[in-house]
């Protein structure tokens, strides 16, 4: 049983968001996210259109464009997100093979009361929760202290 | 989101088995649920083998052998052989690669709760519920006839 790498990105997004940032310091941008985090810049950016496109994040275009929460941490229900980030696709694949049973099994309905006990359970915790303590303090850590760029002998500062 | 494989099968295996067969009809096998549900051998095999270690199906060798049920399906709660099946990998993988947050992330307890939701909700069914009704009258016709086999022209009596 495991989330998509899509949900485990949006997650990461989501978090990456919700750290307090200087009142002068530019917006964050999937550049920065997916260097922080060493993922994908192409994947982190549908992540991030999905999330804008359902309200979680505003993400503004151009110069000193960037992401932002839409909403405060404790106003972003867990299991919302992740419920979205994980679309509605079965549990499990009755049609690859065919199974015998497909279309007259209570496997499905079972798994979906199950599956609702999964977000609900989620829905218990805000991102506020799921940032608090020392998560948030290492979120605030990998924001003010960039990695040195591979191969690059420049400081964090100029780039 | 969506449960492994492995699982799919030793769900299938359950229900199948769950059907009751005529008092001198022999065993299932597990090369009669391959061909009923189209699935491979080789890995029906290590399901039935899972199962069978954990006391949920009797495994018996050689000439007449088979496998049944080591319990009614009342007795055999749904979300007790779903985790056994599952195994208890993480739900997302905080190492590949490797997260900024890996070892300080409040994430990992909290999905770890929402499965534990996800399995008390499915331990309120059990094999009986999943295969009650119209679930049931399809396992017992997939049992009693069995499709013609690709590329032969032999009755399913004959073989």
Redesign the interface.
């Known amino acids: 049983?495991?989330?998509?790498r899509f949900?485990?990105l949006g997650?990461?997004v989501l978090?990456y968001l919700s750290s307090p940032r200087a009142a002068d310091a530019p917006l964050a941008t999937v550049g920065e996210i997916s260097e922080?985090?060493?993922?994908s810049h192409h994947h982190l950016v549908k992540v991030a259109n999905i999330l804008a496109q359902h309200g979680w994040i505003h993400a503004a275009r151009g110069k000193g464009g960037g992401l932002r929460l839409a909403h405060a941490p404790s106003d972003i229900p867990?299991?919302a997100v992740v419920r979205l980030l994980?679309g509605d696709?079965?549990?499990?694949?009755c049609a690859d093979?065919?199974?015998?049973?497909r279309g007259?099994?209570?496997?499905k309905s079972?798994?979906d009361?199950?599956?609702?006990?999964?977000?609900?359970?989620?829905d218990r915790?805000t991102l506020a929760?799921?940032?608090?303590?020392?998560?948030g303090?290492?979120?605030a850590r990998?924001q003010f202290h960039p990695p040195a760029r591979a191969g690059s002998g420049a400081p964090a500062a100029a780039r």
Do not use: H, S, W
């Not at 049983?1 to 998509?4: A, D, G, I, V, Y």
């Not at 009361?113 to 989620?122: G, K, N, P, Q, S």
């Not at 929760?129 to 998560?135: C, L, Y």
């Open positions: 049983m495991q989330l998509t949900t485990d997650v990461r978090m922080q985090f060493a993922v867990f299991g994980e696709g079965d549990l499990i694949d093979p065919p199974c015998a049973l007259g099994c209570n496997v079972v798994l009361v199950a599956r609702d006990a999964f977000f609900a359970a989620l915790y929760d799921i940032t608090a303590g020392g998560t303090e290492k979120l990998i």
